[in-house]
């Protein structure tokens, strides 16, 4: 759940810049293709894992982790502080708490 929202900000910010130069069809059928590419990713993750021993997921949640953060902090940091200025600090430290708070749910 928690990475489902996260994507949801940086989808709408990238559809926005996409729609500058693109029809909606086309932007459309990109999503569609991101969303079936992604589906049949974590089919292939997970019959993968499932032949793997001693495979507890720690590891997979931790190198998502880390591919989270070093995106945020490559592309969507920079561009949301000089879009969006102060502000935006206090909103990703919120978003950050509310992923850990969902975490907790299991």
């Not at 507890?56 to 920079?78: E, F, H, I, K």
Request: aromatic share 6%; proline share 3%; glycine share 6%.
């Amino acid at each position: 759940m928690a990475v489902l929202v996260s994507n949801v900000p940086e989808s709408l910010s990238a559809t926005a810049d996409l729609r500058r130069t693109h029809s909606a069809a086309w932007i459309y059928r990109l999503w569609a293709a991101i969303v079936v590419c992604s589906g049949l990713a974590a089919v292939l993750g997970y019959a993968l894992a499932s032949h793997l021993s001693n495979v507890d997921g720690r590891y997979v949640q931790a190198l998502a982790a880390g591919s989270v953060l070093t995106m945020l902090a490559d592309s969507m940091m920079p561009e949301a502080s000089s879009r969006g200025g102060r502000p935006i600090a206090l909103l990703t430290a919120l978003g950050f708490a509310v992923a850990a708070f969902l975490t907790t749910l299991d």
